[in-house]
């Protein structure tokens, strides 16, 4: 079995301990697009009365209308195009709503906490069931806070590549998943440490390998097999005023190691390493753009959806070796530009992903349709009608190159209207 990804691992320990989570407040559950149209996310609660525990519900309700000129793998929020006629139809399901709880101090330290969930977690197998929705939990931590240091346990955004895209047709699935945005929301214990404008992070995760497949009993991943948690950390510059716009921002380097115990057909159990490093950029250019992005390279990284959802060759096929298990190294980014005009209540944003995975990786024994590299065209367009309501459109192009069906592609409109309270 080939090593050569195994270097990558060497990236968490050179970039360090990690920073800012994800948009800055890994203890704020995750808010509506943070785009200057869309409605903000209730207030966090105030600190309770001595020996009392104060309980704020919140919720953001997402209608979403929308077309798809292609067949496309997931009808709603799309990830790659797949070849087939195309749909129209409507949802409701990402939808979500949490409590926020602050409780009374412990050791020292101000003690918070978060349960949010969605309806994105699949149907019932009956004929109306598109619209039945099931429960997911999302977001389920406890978050102590001293002055300079925070410690989070439980299901939380994960420290590696934590900035997404802005967007109202995006909520349940950030935007560019499987097209250059790698993301997960993961148990784990991280330790976070404010130092000027450092913040630095590091965490210990349940091991995500994205091939578990049970559907009640809990049964291992590949991941998990390894008996190895997955590591990750973040260093970022974070500064209150970017450029003098007086807007915050953040410029980090992450990395991530675990590994995945795989079986192959013949032969003992063998380790793959999962590793990657990332570049995430958040920062105001003035008072109306905004700059966003991310760039990285890893190797079996389907735990978060990257090389195009793909992490594991089971059977691969090297030049120098025979078929055998073998870990699907990727690179991709994507970048976006928001732009809102002084005094509008209206947004529009310009954004592009990519991912590429390597094609001497996808290579196999077994013919498959591996899924070679994934482009994704976004233009969006959003209206703040109130503190509480915003109105959108988001225009999709996806790019799909197959091994054996060719180029795909697809052309996606989304009407989105999202109410939060």
């Known amino acids: ?28 559950p995750e808010a509506p697009p943070s785009s200057p ?6 207030a966090a609660p105030a600190a309770p009365e001595p020996g009392t525990v104060k309980v704020t519900p919140y919720g953001i309700v997402y209608f979403n209308g929308f077309h798809n000129s292609d067949a496309v793998n997931n009808q709603d929020v799309p990830l790659w195009a797949v070849g087939g006629a195309g749909d129209t139809s409507a949802t409701a399901r990402q939808s979500r709503f949490g409590l926020r709880i602050a409780a009374p101090g412990a050791l020292g330290a101000k003690l ?12 019932p197998a009956i004929a109306t069931g598109e619209n039945f929705g099931q429960v997911r939990l999302r977001l389920a ?37 499987a097209s250059g945005n790698p993301w997960a929301r993961i148990p784990q214990v991280r330790l976070e440490r404010r130092s000027g404008f450092l913040v630095t992070q590091v965490a210990v995760l349940a091991p995500q390998s994205g091939d578990f497949s049970a559907q009640f009993l809990a049964q291992p991943n ?55 490093g990332a570049l995430d950029v958040n920062v105001p250019l003035g008072r109306h753009v905004t700059l966003s992005g ?25 030049a120098a070796s025979a078929a055998g298990p073998e870990g699907i190294a990727t690179k991709g980014g994507w970048v976006q530009i928001g732009f809102t005009p002084a005094g ?34 976004a233009l969006g367009l959003s209206y703040r009608a109130s503190a509480h309501l915003s109105l959108g459109v988001e225009y999709r192009f996806l790019k799909t190159k197959l091994l054996q069906t060719g180029t795909q592609d ?7 209207a999202v109410l939060a309270f």
């Open 37 to 42: 149209s869309a409605p903000p996310p209730a």
């Open 112 to 123: 918070t906490g978060v349960v949010e969930a969605d309806f994105y977690g699949g149907f």
């Open 344 to 377: 509008s209540k209206t947004s529009l944003s310009a954004s592009y992903g990519v991912d590429d995975p390597d094609d001497d990786d996808l290579k196999s024994a077994t013919k498959r349709n591996w899924r070679l590299r994934n482009q994704v065209v």
């Open 410 to 416: 697809s052309q996606h409109l989304n009407l989105a």
């Open 222 to 276: 590949s991941g998990a097999l390894s008996q190895k948690p997955y590591f990750q950390g973040r260093v970022a510059a974070a500064l209150k005023s970017w450029f003098g716009s007086g807007k915050p921002g953040a410029i980090g380097v992450s990395g991530h190691y675990g590994q995945s115990r795989v079986t192959p057909t013949s032969g003992d159990a063998v380790d793959i390493d999962s590793a990657a």
């Open 1 to 28: 079995m080939k090593r050569r990804r195994v270097t990558l691992a060497l990236l968490v320990f050179v970039t360090g301990p990690a920073a800012l989570a994800k948009a800055q407040a890994v203890a704020t």
């Open 294 to 318: 991310e760039a990285f390279v890893g190797t079996n990284l389907a735990g978060f959806q990257a090389a195009v959802f793909q992490g594991l060759n089971p059977d691969a096929v090297g």
């Open 141 to 177: 931590n406890a978050r102590l806070d001293w002055a300079k240091t925070s410690l989070v346990l439980g299901q939380d955004w994960m420290v590696f590549a934590p900035v997404s895209p802005t967007s109202l047709a995006c909520a349940a699935i950030p935007l560019f998943a």
